[in-house]
């Protein structure tokens, strides 16, 4: 983080600490309880999530030429390979023959990807290279056959792809100005430490909701976190389609009287929330990043949680932190967090004139779902 920014913060949460006040919005926003579960809704949003960036993994998984890692998060099939100049590429993991998946592996490292229906074999680069028994397709000019390319672009150590073949990507214009922000903390140094798909019983904005607030933090995590962050004094910030939320830990009282500056870091967990669906947090040692997919059903996601360090510590003799690291995630976000949400999603149908309610200390919710609903009219 820049140290204008920092100074900044600093300053902004000093002045909600003497003021024992948080940032917020001019006033309440009512919001449509059926947003959560409206099927047409849904459809409009999967459309919508066809024209950004999408984060589908991180750099490390790749670091060689020929090495590949496949994805089906949001019900398109992909794969993403290493190319001879470190470039990368990512098609769609279909054959241009019948239309069947051509790699099943998740992760692995090819120079060639052979379709196990009838052996049509692509090349790294996602050329078509040979078809057996060619006598048959006599018409089929390999050059027209490979396999379909999607836009794809690697940037602060995050692979983010387009799922839309023929689509543009520019991450940085995406990003706005959050992407120098997040270049500051060198996050393209970071190696994966661990990543996991979870499947859900609730809509993919329940993930993102969660760390859009601090509200909750001292009454849903009493016993967890709520103890080490405040649910007040932080600061917001939109930018374009993201935004920014900073969590103060309680930690920050001593750092006010004696700490220094450069401490700050340390003293606070900061949210950005990508759009549509990635949340990258640091959390001082690390970054997580979570990027929620919606289902086939309003009530249905896969969340793809990634956690980044240094490669110093991604080594083994850390592996008991990350493990204790991951559990305490799990708890609060899986068995809190999550369970919460599942029953607002159960009691949607019932909510009263069909309006919940995101308070003025909740401008990030306000903001996300206001730019989803000027993104699927």
């Not at 239309?99 to 998740?106: E, L, N, P, T, Y």
């Not at 190696?191 to 933090?217: A, C, N, P, Q």
């Not at 870091?265 to 549509?276: D, E, H, K, M, R």
């Amino acid at each position: 983080m820049e140290d204008v920014l920092r100074d900044r913060l600093i300053d902004e949460i000093n002045g909600y600490y003497e003021a024992d006040a948080t940032k917020l919005a001019p006033q309440e926003m009512f919001f449509s309880a059926a947003a959560y579960s409206d099927p047409e809704r849904l459809e409009r949003e999967r459309k919508m999530f066809q024209r950004f960036p999408i984060v589908v993994g991180h750099s490390s998984s790749l670091p060689k030429s020929g090495d590949f890692i496949t994805r089906n998060d949001y019900g398109t099939p992909i794969i993403v390979s290493r190319q001879d100049d470190g470039s990368l590429k990512a098609w769609l993991n279909v054959c241009r023959h019948r239309g069947a998946q051509v790699c099943s592996a998740k992760s692995g490292s090819k120079r060639v990807f052979v379709c196990p229906y009838h052996s049509w074999t692509y090349k790294s680069d996602g050329s078509l290279l040979k078809i057996p028994r060619d006598e048959g397709f006599p018409n089929i000019r390999k050059q027209d056959h490979g396999l379909i390319e999607l836009p794809v672009e690697e940037r602060h150590g995050l692979i983010w792809v387009v799922h839309a073949p023929g689509a543009t990507i520019d991450v940085a214009a995406h990003l706005g100005p959050l992407d120098a922000e997040l270049a500051s903390y060198s996050p393209s140094s970071y190696v994966l430490e661990r990543d996991t798909v979870l499947t859900e019983d609730m809509s993919w904005k329940f993930v993102i909701d969660g760390f859009l607030e601090v509200y909750h933090l001292a009454f849903l995590h009493a016993e967890s976190i709520g103890p080490y962050i405040y649910g007040k004094y932080s600061p917001f910030d939109v930018f374009g389609l993201n935004s920014r939320l900073v969590g103060v830990r309680k930690s920050f009282d001593k750092f006010r009287q004696s700490g220094s500056k450069e401490d700050f870091l340390s003293q606070v967990a900061v949210n950005y929330q990508i759009f549509p669906n990635t949340v990258i947090v640091w959390q001082g040692d690390h970054f997580e990043t979570w990027t929620s997919f919606p289902g086939e059903k309003a009530n249905r996601c896969k969340v793809r949680i990634q956690s980044l360090t240094t490669a110093r510590m991604a080594e083994d003799d850390f592996k008991a932190r990350w493990d204790k690291n991951w559990r305490i995630l799990i708890d609060t976000v899986v068995n809190e967090d999550w369970q919460i949400s599942k029953t607002v999603q159960a009691a949607a149908p019932f909510v009263k004139d069909d309006k919940i309610i995101f308070g003025r200390n909740e401008l990030g919710l306000q903001h996300f779902h206001s730019q989803i609903n000027q993104q699927i009219k």
